[in-house]
């Protein structure tokens, strides 16, 4: 069972409080402790990324797609033309033709 995730300021002052002798060497002969590693993997998980679309301390989903050059290279384009991020242009294209083409097909929540 793991610890609960930290939060970006607590992730910053563990990683504040840490001194080399906190961070595991790659020599395999060292005893890792595997709370320190857990404690270090959760700290920069805090710290990076950008904030979840789905709940707050909870990962989104991802889905990666492979797009045309050309494609791509327009989506750029807008994105720069807009001051948005591509998959923010992305999210709203896919909600879009969801809501358009595909809603009336899907069963309605209780």
Excluded: C, K
């Excluded at 590693?37 to 979840?52: E, K």
């Excluded at 994105?79 to 948005?84: D, E, K, M, P, Y």
């Amino acid at each position: 069972m793991s610890a609960p995730r930290m939060t970006p300021a607590q992730a910053r002052a563990a990683l504040a409080t840490m001194t080399d002798a906190d961070f595991p060497t790659a020599d395999p002969a060292d005893d890792v402790d595997p709370a320190m590693v857990a404690r270090l993997v959760d700290a920069a998980h805090a710290v990076a990324g950008r904030p979840s679309l789905t709940a707050p301390g909870r990962r989104s989903p991802q889905v990666t797609v492979r797009l045309p050059e050309a494609v791509n290279a327009r989506l750029v384009a807008v994105a720069s033309q807009t001051g948005r991020h591509r998959s923010q242009l992305v999210r709203d294209a896919i909600d879009a033709y969801l809501a358009r083409d595909h809603d009336h097909h899907l069963p309605v929540a209780a």
